[in-house]
Each structure stands twice: as C-alpha cells, then as structure tokens.
Nanobody
Framework: QVHLEESGGGLVQAGGSLRLSCVVS????????MAWHRQAPGKERELVAW???????KYADSVMGRFTISRDNAENTVFLQMNSLKPEDTAVYYC????????????WGQGTQVTVSS
C-alpha cells in the first residue's frame, strides 16, 4: 500500500519561507513524476510544481522564481522550498506521485496547511 506523508506546513508572515516535505513509502515500483498541488478555500485545486524522475521541473506562473521543487530518489522524498511567500499562497498543499506498475497510478497525500499572514 503506497502512502504519502507530508510535513512542513504552518503559519508564516508574508515574505517568509517554508519547506514542505513528502515521504513516499510502500511502493515496490520506481516512482515517476512527483508534484505538489494546492487548493485554496473556494478555489479549484491547481498544480504548483512537478519534477520528473530525471529531474526536469515545471512551475505554475504564480510561483515561478519563488518556489523550488526537488527530490531525493534514494529517500523517495520530494520537497517544495517556498520563499517570498504571499497571502495568496495560503492553501492546503498536496503531494502527488505517479507510479507505473503496468498501469499509471496517481497517489495523493492527505495535505498540509500553509497559511501566510499579511
């Protein structure tokens, strides 16, 4: 059973930083793309950043230059370094991974709250 455990969320003032982590356990197959999504109150869930197994990254325009996604393949962990945080970054952040075991399956974490005060 694949399990994703996120950590690192919290309350921070505008301009501050947070680092999210997500550890993946229980997979017997290599982990493919890893990503972070977020959902703010009253808004649709959006993709924040993703990183391929080879290290290629992609970011939403709203976080470009402020957020950095990285991964440690040996530890099955993905990180999201968030700098220069803004109140509009307030949301529940979800870690997701895609694993190929004959079919592609996406797995989601339970989410971690990030709140940025003005």
């Amino acid at each position: 059973q694949v399990h994703l455990e996120e950590s690192g969320g919290g309350l921070v003032q505008a301009g501050g930083s947070l680092r999210l982590s997500c550890v993946v356990s229980g997979s017997t197959f290599p982990i493919g793309t890893m990503a972070w999504h977020r959902q703010a109150p009253g808004k649709e869930r959006e993709l924040v950043a993703w990183i391929a197994s080879g290290g290629t990254t992609k970011y939403a325009d709203s976080v470009m230059g402020r957020f950095t996604i990285s991964r440690d393949n040996a530890e099955n962990t993905v990180f999201l370094q968030m700098n220069s945080l803004k109140p509009e970054d307030t949301a529940v952040y979800y870690c997701t991974v895609r694993i190929y075991s004959g079919v592609h399956t996406d797995y989601w974490g339970q989410g971690t709250q990030v709140t940025v005060s003005s």
